[in-house]
């Protein structure tokens, strides 16, 4: 059996919520958007969840480019969007990442990181594969290109 990983919430007021987890201090605000309200001070659950899987390739995307030693990017963000259905449970049927990448590492190199990344190593990447369709575009110094 693998690593656990543990968090937990508290509810606050309303529909807030404050998560933490077992390794640091870190308090995240969550909240669930009633009907009539939009969240005030939080993310709702599925922004988390989609910051999560960003953050996730992200950081396979940084650590392979160090283990090759291709270089490291001199910007790099993601976006990432998802569509959900329309009937509950509503979850993510298709989810869009945009990788925006600068820097001096060879197209090849920013390629295949990104794949091994999606289809390996980002394990919410890959546990969701079979659940939503994966639309990946990949900017690097200012041009798309394929994956």
Known sequence: MGKSVNIS???TE???FIATND???TQVIIEAP???DKPT???TSK???LQ???SCTAGVVIYLLEKMRAGLPTKFTIEASGQLTN???MFFETISITYTIDGDISDDKIIKVIQMSEEKYCGLTYMLRDVAKFNVRVIFNGKDITI
Do not use: V
């Open 52 to 54: 999560g899987l960003a």
């Open 14 to 16: 309303k529909l807030q």
């Open 23 to 25: 390794i640091t201090d």
């Open 34 to 36: 009633s009907e009539e």
């Open 41 to 43: 001070q939080g993310t």
């Open 87 to 89: 009937d509950h449970p």
């Open 47 to 49: 922004q988390l969840f």
């Open 9 to 11: 919430i508290n509810w």
